[in-house]
Antibody, heavy 118, light 110 residues
Framework: QVQLMQSGGEVKKPGASVKVSCQASGYTFTTYDITWVRQAPGQGLEWMGWLSGSNGNTNYAQKFQGRVTMTTDTSTSTAYMELRSLRSDDTAVYYC???????????WGQGSLVTVSS | QSALTQPASVSGSPGQSITISCTGTSSDVGGYNYVSWYQQHPGKAPKLMICEVSNRPSGVPDRFSGSKSGNTASLTISGLQAEDEADYYCSSYTSSTTLVFGDGTRVTVL
């Protein structure tokens, strides 16, 4: 069955970087894209960007341009999301999702809580 | 890109039907048939309930249905059950080749 297994929670200081991993299983990694979504405590869902599973092309939300990098390692079926220059309002649960197209997110990882605090 | 507009909360008694609206613009909801709906229980990851306006993925009960008229999409839950109590989010593809979510709606089963 399709699974997306994310890395554990992290605590970071303001100005630091965090890299969240998302290992996929149960399907051919390169035939689907990965979309990253985050959710601040008690808030709604926020689209961060999209990453092609086949060629590594990316499309980032304007809000995160210059601060985020999404990559894949096809040899291990793993996607990564790195966010730099962290601020307190980056505290959120970060989700990776499988994206089969048509703006559909059909499988979600369990989420990775990133806490930014001094 | 502004979030899509959803009612903050909707409630109903078991067995009743409820409808959640999701209002956008001609640049997102109204321009594409790429509207999805997600259910999220507390502390859990969201789950896809409806894709491409009205398609129900395998395993989703048929009491969940979706539709769209103009710039507004809707999710209807017929025969409301206790386990349907959750937060619901709509999303849409946009003309900027991004994805935008709704504010979210808390469904309460009375």
């Amino acid at each position: 069955q399709v699974q997306l297994m994310q890395s554990g929670g992290e605590v970071k200081k303001p100005g630091a970087s965090v890299k969240v991993s998302c290992q996929a299983s149960g399907y051919t990694f390169t035939t689907y894209d990965i979309t990253w979504v985050r959710q601040a405590p008690g808030q709604g869902l926020e689209w961060m960007g999209w990453l092609s599973g086949s060629n590594g092309n990316t499309n980032y939300a304007q809000k995160f341009q210059g601060r985020v990098t999404m990559t894949t390692d096809t040899s291990t079926s793993t996607a990564y999301m790195e966010l730099r220059s962290l601020r307190s309002d980056d505290t959120a649960v970060y989700y990776c999702t499988r994206d089969p197209g048509a703006a559909t997110l059909d499988y979600w990882g369990q989420g990775s809580l990133v806490t930014v605090s001094s | 890109q502004s979030a899509l507009t959803q009612p903050a909360s909707v409630s109903g008694s078991p067995g009743q039907s409820i409808t959640i609206s999701c209002t956008g613009t001609s640049s997102d909801v109204g321009g594409y048939n790429y509207v999805s709906w997600y259910q999220q229980h507390p502390g859990k990851a969201p789950k896809l309930m409806i894709c491409e306006v009205s398609n129900r993925p395998s395993g989703v009960p048929d009491r969940f249905s979706g539709s769209k008229s103009g710039n507004t999409a809707s999710l209807t839950i017929s025969g409301l059950q206790a386990e349907d109590e959750a937060d619901y989010y709509c999303s849409s593809y946009t003309s900027s080749t991004t994805l935008v979510f709704g504010d979210g709606t808390r469904v309460t089963v009375l």
